[in-house]
């Protein structure tokens, strides 16, 4: 009697074994294949979304700097000047970070590390409905009670009606849920073995938190650092309406300076004549705010490969 057993493909099984040598290989099903398509149409459409924005973008610039130097565009003075935009971006962009990091890491945290089960249930919702309060709200927010009642009358500032300070403090408070999301999210996937071997040796639940666990989700935190970043860079709403609509080139927070988002609001809509060099101007400093968003991207990318850890 023969005990070499075939396969479904005709192939020898050697060892007689049941089953052994099966071919595991299981048919695509169309419904797969259909879903499979879609997820890849979505992802190309992703990347043609960005090379359209580009290619709209290229035709105005060249048009512009067919017109205008590129010295007198990268210049501190000057109508076409786009270092006071640049600066001014910066500095609203720092200030909301030294807002929005202690605050939404704080609150990751206190909800991955020692808020109850019920309690990170109600919490984490909460902040994050911050991110749904319109950037328009935000803004009068800024003109209406931080610049007037928080920074001259609590604070006694000397501010004027628009200022960097009061834009970069509410633009911190905007981007405090995407900071606090992301980061506890980075926190919480950091196995519970790691802080049991730590209480274990003798640190308590700070100690734990601070040297153990942030350390372990560095590229996650990372991360979400960077995306507010991002986001706080490209606002428009809230720094159109409290930081002013005037270049100024100045290090001090409390005066009024327009920003790269709030120049393009106000070029867009104002009455700029379509082709001018004025016009065109907004897609060259569009271009610019593109190209210093997409570095960031880059750099976060190259913070999260680095430091990642796969658990």
Known sequence: MNTQST????????AGLPGAG???RAKVRPTEMVIKAGLAGSALLSVAITIGIVIALVEPVISFFGQVEFGEFF???GDFAVIPLVSATLMVTVIALLVAVPLGLGAAMYLSEYASARTRRALKPTVELLAGVPSVVYGFFALAFVTPT?????????????NALAAGLVLGVMIVPTVASLSEDALSAVP???????????????????RVVLPAAISGVAAAVVLGMSRAIGETMI????????KNLSLDPREGMQTMTGFIAQTAAGENPVGSVSYNMLFAVGLLLFLITFVINLISISIVRRYRQAY
């Open 192 to 210: 519970q073995a790691m802080r049991d071997g730590s209480l274990a040796m003798g640190a308590n639940r700070m100690q734990t938190t601070l």
């Open 75 to 77: 210049a501190t003075t």
């Open 7 to 14: 396969t479904r493909a005709g192939s020898p099984n050697p």
């Open 22 to 24: 099966i071919d595991l």
């Open 150 to 162: 928080l920074l001259q009358d609590i604070l006694s500032i000397g501010v004027g009606f628009t």
């Open 239 to 246: 720094v159109a309406l409290a930081a002013g609509a005037q």
